[in-house]
């Protein structure tokens, strides 16, 4: 019985991180696109500034570039872990659990460290509030992961008895 209500609680929180992922992908794409297309311009005969950075934002502060490539990284390993852990979730047996539980531990790991730039740049103070909404749903995502995790888990304890 309680294995049955673990798997309800992993796939809400399987939706609401597959949702937030999604989300974090579309800001994170825009804020991309939007240094693309505003970011430094070089022709020819132009030589480049003197604090060139590869990963020069137009909008936000020195961490952006930073926090917008790495939440990028997750979003895509995120969506990628929600897969498989539909897969689970359908099958919810202890052999689908190895591939869920560790694609959802290498999402958070990366949620993990997205998040810690969203804490640099919220400490440097100077963003738009796309990238709030952004830091705002890494921050929640580190901690949905990790009780998605501890759900899948929990109920592998109990189907073991």
Request: positive net charge; glycine residues 8%.
């Amino acid at each position: 019985m309680a294995s049955v209500q673990m798997k309800h609680v992993a796939l809400l929180l399987l939706v609401l991180n597959f949702c937030m992922y999604v989300i974090v992908l579309g800001i994170g794409s825009w804020s991309m696109n939007r240094a693309i297309d505003h970011g430094f311009i070089i022709g020819p005969g132009f030589n480049l500034p003197a604090h060139f950075s590869p990963i020069y934002f137009p909008m936000g502060n020195a961490a952006t570039g930073f926090l917008v490539t790495f939440a990028l990284i997750a979003g895509v390993v995120g969506v990628a872990s929600a897969i498989v852990g539909l897969n689970h979730v359908r099958t919810w047996t202890g052999e689908s659990l190895p591939s869920a539980a560790s694609a959802a531990t290498i999402s958070w790991t990366l949620t993990l460290l997205a998040m810690g730039f969203a804490c640099k740049e919220i400490q440097l103070s100077i963003r738009n509030a796309r990238l709030r909404t952004m830091e705002a749903f890494l921050i929640i995502l580190s901690a949905t992961q990790l009780l998605y995790i501890a759900a899948i888990h929990g109920a592998s304890s109990f189907r073991r008895t």
